[in-house]
């Protein structure tokens, strides 16, 4: 091909264009032929329906389902709790291929008791659902939101702001002492991206295979800390020797943890609107522990500086506030894969604050390289991991 | 704390309405039947209104408990409505020694039928029905089947009654299992009188009993043999007697269909259909004598029961006797291949639809539950079937 080497434009045009047409040519060619016809042509449907949702109101249950099939699928009949009922489907009962469609099941459900719902399709195939404590789906009322409000407010903003009043305290601190203070925001940071990545693979195995969503957790978390790396790259935003770049590194902070709240956030809500927390008050004085850690964590990288008062209620609607539209998402909508998102994006945003902190602690070792790994540091990392890991206890 | 949650969280969910109009509901939906009576209520020119229509679809008789839609019984090529009075006397002709000989032909297939409304199940047939044919014949006749496998695995038929080891029907003894494409016959005299059944004994057993292979087998005793009053309940019970044309009879076959293949039946019903005689009542004259031939064709259950409602009856265990083996009792048990006669009558009752059903209730709310439709101008059973397509 050495002959196209200085190739005029239309010819590179044709050459560009010509793998294109013969890829079209030979699709065209395997449809008509269908050799698959021939290798699957005798197996038998395999079927997937996925109950996305379920919604318990006065009239019964309300049913979310998705074909996740490659074939076109049937809903013929509906059995609760091991007997035949009566239901509707919207638009129509047979699905195509991640089609949607809305059971109504006219059912009465008997509050605080478990319910099986299952889906039989044209061909027997049964797809249940435990509804594991009934109880009446919160409707978006006015007063509800504002109790979910509350709630997310309890679980984020609450202990995020708190945390952050010891700021002077940390600004009061040697520098061996601050040094610690920092490697255990490290260890903080560290037990919250285990523990979101964790629950972003867990939810994940609740969503249609076709989705793809454990891959996603993984993908879109590398997306999250790559993109967050390159805007805190980007003007020299993040050079911790400026108080903008501290500023920024507080910010990112903030904004990870504010993600990583986000998700909890959902997952109570949703736990509340499925009935299956039993959720006390007990849960929430270990969510309010476990975030005060987070208010240590959005502070520490700006020790040295004055940011005021304002700032720092900034960071912390910044960190808590998401918790807050979490309860509502979760409560109202929960969703599955946008929970799997959520947490994929939070993963990667306190993957790049944690190289972020190391990057300070090792700034602040100086020439002495090997103080970066200090008996200081080491301890601060892992009192923050314990410290976390004994308030996750109550949660 | 947590009190504050549970009252913002649980305790806005309005039980109290909702069981209101819950219990306002049911009541609406008895009020429009028979159970009127005791709902004081119901208008009472709303309690006719039942009886008054046609024997399809008053679903509302039992809530919403209940499969959605109907089964074309033209696309299925067999209707149970039909298969309660549908006996099979085969050929008949007089030997030369004077004994009378039956002669069937039975053809197993594969065919996918539909056994609730939208729901396929691939079965194994006899005849392409399930259940089978329903055989009848007199004790002592000779019965002589032709048995083709037109199916895609092996087959038998096993007859629970008496003959030789060879035509017993099961593997590696006489012909043993028949391959697709092959064929036999099963020759026997027709002993004891009684209500039998006969299902393929091929192995893996369970799957080849689950997949439909199944059917009745009555045997009806000969006058000739008994005396005195035992002579005259022979007759009633013998077809070819107008003591027994009197008698309103129809066969049960209690089976089940596990459609996902769990080991774990998904459809309960009497002849195949989830909740057909529901759906269908069976028509009833209050002053004729019932009489159920009901066979227990249901896989992994170990029982299977039938309770009548309102009313009770007489029971012969396997039909082998012509007293009742319990008398006066309104559900009986049956383990898996047992089967038996029930009889009774609605003499004097108000009319209404009367429901039975299996009183497990589970399988009563997978499918196996019905009504009899009781009333002076109930046409006879034999008319009750679905015009098939030959």
Redesign the interface.
Known sequence: MRVLKNASTSTLWLWGSLPLVLAAIALAAFLYLDPMEALTGNQPPVQNLSIERVELT?DGFTVDVVNAAPEPV?I????VD???????VEPD?TLPRLGEATVHI???WV?GELHEIRL???????FSHTVEVA??T?QPTPTRWG?FAL?GAFIGVIPVGLGLMWFPVLQNLSEQVMNFVLALTMGLLLFLFVDTLLEGIEIAEHVPDVFQALPLVFLVGLMSYLILTAAGRWGGAADRSTLDGRRWIATAIALGIGLHNLGEGMAVGAA?AAGEAA????L??GFVLHNLTEGIGIGAPMAEDDPGWGRLAWLTVLGGGPAILGTWMGGFHYSPFWAVLFFAVGAGAILQVIVEVGRLLVERAGDDTTIATSWVNLGGVTTGLVIMYATALFV | ??K??DR???S????R??LR??IASVAGLAGAGSLSASVSESPPQEENEAYDSAPAGPSRMHG??????SVDPARNGFDPMAMLTDFDYGETSTMDDGQTLREYRVVATDKEIE???????PAWTYDNRVPGPTFRCVEGDRIRIEFVNAGSHPHTIHFHGIHSAKMDGVPNIGDGMIDPGDRTVYEFDAEPFGCHLYHCHSTPLKRHIHKGLYGAFIIDPDPANYEGEKREAAKARNHQYPECGEVSEMVMVMNG?D??FDGDN??YAANTV??EFANRPIPVKPDQLQRVYLVNATEFDPINSFHLHANFFDYYDHGTSLVPDRETIDTVMQCQAQRGILEFSFEDFEPGQYMFHAHQS?FA???WMGFFDVREDAPPLEEMGADLPA
């Open positions: 006065d049937t013929s009949q509906v059995q091991e007997a035949y009922w009566t239901f509707d009962s006219p059912y009465p509050h039989l399709t044209d061909v027997g195939m049964t109880t009446k919160p109790l709630l509340i959720l006390g008050s007990f929430v004085v | 704390m947590r504050l949650l913002w969280f649980f806005s969910v309005s039980r309405d909702w109009a819950s919403q408990m209940r499969t959605v839609g056994i609730a409304p939208g729901m396929t199940f269909f459609t996902n998904e459809i989830a909740f589970e709310e997978l499918g």
